[in-house]
């Protein structure tokens, strides 16, 4: 591990040149940032999807994918009231055909995200992209770029978190063979903020007939890394890390029961000696997609209120539309609502305001 956190200065040096180069590039062509008007909500969206530049490229080569521009970031944060938006992007790994490709195109993401920060003072704050391809995740080459692109992100970039997908090829969050990844995270007292994916395991032609396996995968996928993350002992080695798990823990809620019920294997006390609940409720979750009024309780009965963060899952939808359902479904008190619009959010992540 010492010589993944050696800081190589001539590497260094070459990477902030071509960043300056890129920076002088983006402003010129600057989109407008609106400010808040008076009396807008101020929300602190956690779950935020952006599509910088050269991903827009990559997705389009490809032909699939939703492309968005910054205008229209910064024109939803302005109709919404979203204060801050916290960026992440779409897998860039997906439009990509070579460990080297992802990596370049992560690094020009984290870049680009970046510079949306450095130019919209006190508007963006960036989860940096890491380059674990699905194929061979755990492959020397995959886990020394993830290094490699962790000491970047913090070190020059300055980064509020990483993003984590739940899981790469057969690999889930949690799993052993990540432990030099999260040796560093842990290290670095990361938040980690994760996103479901539809694991290989389980894109079912039956399901592609009938809406897609996003509506049963995405959620089963997020709580599989959960599983992982609890039962590997990840739980209980890494406690300085804060884990984010996105739409309220997938379908962790609708599972609570498995995890503290009599059929608990003696073995598992050993992993975790504070029983899996206390673990839960140690993690955060965010709301994007995930106000029905069932979730929202669940939620609400299993962790703390400030664990609890406003998320959208934009451009799939909005701030408005998320805090009119979570305001509908009539869970939390003022108070509580008030920290999950953007106090929660700022608190762990450190961020002023």
């Not at 897998?91 to 870049?111: F, W």
């Not at 079912?204 to 993350?229: C, H, M, Y």
């Not at 019920?261 to 609940?277: C, M, S, T, Y």
């Amino acid at each position: 591990m010492d010589l993944h956190r050696r800081h190589l200065l001539s590497g260094a040096a070459a990477s902030i040149a071509a960043s300056a180069i890129a920076t002088r590039a983006f402003a010129q062509a600057n989109p407008t940032a609106a400010p808040l008007s008076a009396g807008a909500p101020r929300y602190v969206d956690i779950h935020h999807h952006v599509c910088p530049t050269p991903l827009a490229a990559a997705m389009k080569r490809e032909g699939r994918g939703q492309i968005t521009t910054l205008q229209q970031c910064l024109d939803e944060m302005e109709k919404s009231g979203t204060q801050l938006a916290v960026n992440t992007c779409a897998s860039p790994v997906d439009y990509t055909h070579s460990r080297g490709e992802a990596q370049k195109l992560i690094r020009d993401c984290n870049d680009y995200m970046a510079r949306m920060r450095s130019d919209y003072p006190g508007r963006f704050a960036v989860f940096a992209m890491l380059p674990l391809t699905n194929d061979d995740p755990a492959n020397k080459e995959n886990i020394d770029a993830c290094l490699k692109e962790i000491e970047y992100a913090y070190d020059t970039l300055k980064v509020e978190g990483v993003h984590f997908f739940t899981s790469a090829g057969e690999i889930f969050v949690g799993d052993p063979v990540l432990n030099p990844i999260m040796d560093e995270l842990n290290r670095r007292k990361a938040v980690i903020k994760t996103h479901p994916a539809v694991n290989p395991c389980c894109e079912l032609d039956p399901l592609k007939k009938f809406g897609g396996t996003g509506i049963s995968e995405l959620g089963n996928d997020t709580q599989r890394a959960i599983s992982v993350w609890l039962y590997s002992g990840a739980a209980q080695k890494y406690r300085d890390v804060k884990l984010i798990w996105s739409h309220a823990g997938g379908s962790l809620l609708g599972q609570l029961q498995r995890y503290h019920g009599d059929h608990v294997d003696e073995k598992w006390k050993a992993v975790l000696p504070q029983g899996a609940n206390a673990e839960l409720k140690r993690m955060y979750y965010d709301t994007a997609q995930a106000y029905h009024p069932a979730t929202l309780m669940a939620l609400k009965a299993l962790v703390p209120n400030d664990h609890i963060l406003f998320g959208t899952d934009w451009p799939f939808l909005t701030a408005a539309q998320t805090a009119e359902g979570i305001e509908a479904a009539k869970v939390f008190s003022k108070d509580e609502w008030a920290a999950i619009k953007g106090p929660n959010a700022r608190k762990l992540l450190n961020l002023p305001g």
